[in-house]
């Protein structure tokens, strides 16, 4: 790994050794003739760098690194060889192609860094003083050792002190290149490392941004787009890659004018909204609630940047805030519906009851007995509100159990038919896709909740025929039971589908108001979600969601009765 990253990062090593070769090739081919004692090691010189060249060229995936520093060394044995031959063959200590060394000295440092440098320079300056002393021995081995070393190291000759001055040199090169060689490897890593670093913290910084839930939005001094996050693109309903470098006030004008507002406005007179509440419209042209938070970004020297702005889609919160305070509202009235219920239920029962008496003990007129059935048919009315008034105020608290909701489906229907409000024209099916079905929850609630459900359908035919499906759908998912209670009536207008489940609305002549607000209460006391759908003419569907039956669930849902019950 070590050597790949070597080779990786000598940049100048090939083109400097190369020009090393044509040097060297232009030498001993035209200032030479090309010499015939320097053919073989010329040509396997010549071998060495192409091959060297051809492999650290070609080699981008460094498999054959081996082979090619091997190359390389073998190219610069025979490079001394070579240096050393010319020297010799062009003047010995007088010639003037000493400074090849000095070259190789160089182009070393860059793959053997300091020590590897000095090594060379060693073998360098060997090789000169060999040169030297053998070019002084006249050529003749017999002669190689003394009369050469008096010439070398005689006072009155200048030959020692120009070898040397040469050694001196090349040690000195060596140093040099070596230690700016190492500088080089050191910044080299230090800028890879930093380069990393950087990277990573852009790619992590990136990331996060890209995957925050709030939309990002950010803007230069002059309202540009330069960020635009995932979720700013699926809350507003553009695309990074179409609005980046665009002008806020350009893109946003459309459909959210009063976005580019406030950021240009930020801009201009440098406010920040900590926490401001607008209206956008989406692709679909529908408006939708948006939280949004800016911040104006400064330059060291406080000059503004630009602006950044953090958004949320509040359509889920908007939601549940109006759930919240419809629980709040309907618990309020079923305390103050218990405290009439009963403060008024036992005096007219009274009055009720003391007129059945009058009727039947008293010769009255046709007018005044006409008035009396009305006191006992009004007073009976009452006293249905009442028991409803009771219904929705009294919801026990859950036991939850193991629920058959087939069967129970079953039991509803057939009392149903029993109703008054059940009228022979009316078909009831029962779809499933099993043949039993269990759920978690409590039977008499759940009984109670279905039967307010079908009755108020069947109220809305007004003996007119109709039909009424249930059906169940296990999601194996999210191990739920899906029940959908479908009918074909008339429907609720999109006005009044909000307000269904507020106590006392009704659009029935004969309603309290509260069959829809019992229903609420009781899937709130058994914390299921009920979804409501409805087209005008075409009929309407409830969706109920309970827990699919599981041993555990049983006993995680026992352990927050009492949460339920105060819900």
């Known amino acids: 790994m070590e050597k790949n990253k070597k080779l990786n990062s000598i940049g100048w090593f090939l083109p400097l050794r190369l020009a090393q070769y044509i040097i060297l090739l232009a030498v001993v081919v035209f200032w030479m003739n090309f010499p015939h004692f320097m053919q073989l090691p010329f040509v396997l010189y010549s071998i060495c760098t192409l091959g060297f060249a051809i492999l650290y060229a070609s080699d981008k995936r460094r498999l054959f690194k081996n082979t090619t520093i091997i190359l390389i060394g073998l190219q610069f044995i025979f490079e001394l060889l070579i ?311 009294k919801i026990n608290r859950p036991l939850f159990n193991k629920v058959e909701l087939c069967h129970l489906i079953s039991d509803v229907i057939e009392i149903l038919y029993h109703h008054s409000s059940f009228n022979e024209k009316i078909r009831i099916d029962i779809e499933s896709d099993e043949s039993i079905v269990y759920i978690i929850g409590d039977e008499n609630l759940i009984k109670q909740l279905l039967l307010n459900l079908v009755v108020n359908a069947c109220e809305a035919f007004e003996e007119q025929p109709g039909n009424i499906t249930f059906r169940t759908v296990l999601n194996n998912i999210s191990n739920k039971v899906e029940l959908f209670v479908q009918d074909d009536g008339p429907g609720i207008t999109p006005e009044n589908i909000k307000k269904i489940y507020q106590p006392f609305f009704s659009t029935k002549k004969e309603g309290t108001g509260l069959g829809l607000s019992i229903v609420h209460r009781i899937c709130s006391a058994l914390n299921v979600d009920i979804r409501v759908t409805s087209q005008v003419s075409e009929g309407t569907t409830f969706l109920i969601e309970f827990q699919a039956y599981q041993q555990d669930k049983i006993l995680n849902h026992s352990a927050n009765d009492v949460q339920l019950s105060l819900r």
Request: with cysteine.
């Open 83 to 393: 240096e050393s031959s010319i020297i010799y063959s062009t003047g010995n200590i007088n010639s003037p192609f000493s400074v090849l060394f000095i070259l190789t000295i160089v182009s070393a440092a860059l793959i053997y860094r300091l020590i590897g440098t000095l090594l060379i320079a060693s073998s360098v300056s060997v090789a000169y003083a060999f040169i030297i002393w053998f070019g002084l021995s006249g050529g003749k081995n017999s002669v190689l050792s003394m009369q050469a070393l008096k010439t070398i190291f005689s006072s009155e000759e200048s030959v020692f002190y120009s070898i040397f001055l040469h050694i001196l040199i090349f040690y000195l090169v060596a140093f040099i290149s070596g230690y700016l060689a190492e500088r080089l490897k050191k910044r080299d890593k230090q800028l890879e490392d930093t380069s990393s670093a950087l990277k990573r913290a852009r790619l992590e910084t990136d990331d996060i941004l890209k995957h925050l839930n709030s939309g990002l939005l950010t803007v230069d001094h002059k309202g540009n787009i330069i960020y635009f996050n995932r979720a700013a693109e699926k809350i507003l309903g553009y695309r990074e890659e179409d609005v980046k470098g665009m002008n806020c006030q350009e893109v946003f004008a459309e459909r959210m004018p009063e976005l580019s507002h406030n950021l240009i406005e930020g801009l201009i007179n440098k406010v920040e909204y900590p926490r401001k509440e607008l209206m956008i419209k989406n692709i679909k042209d529908k408006e939708i609630p948006l939280g949004l938070s800016t911040s104006i970004l400064t330059e060291e020297n406080s000059e503004m940047r630009g602006m950044i702005a953090i958004f949320t889609d509040l359509t889920e919160a908007k939601l549940l805030e109006t759930k919240v305070r419809l629980a709040d509202r309907l618990a309020a009235v079923g305390e103050l519906s218990a405290s009439i219920a009963h403060e008024i239920r036992n005096p007219l029962a009274a009055i009720s009851g003391s007129v059945e008496v009058l009727k039947n003990e008293l010769e009255v007129s046709d007018e005044n007995e006409r008035l009396m059935d009305l006191i006992v048919k009004e007073s009976d009315r009452l006293t249905k509100i009442l028991t409803d008034f009771l219904s929705y105020a």
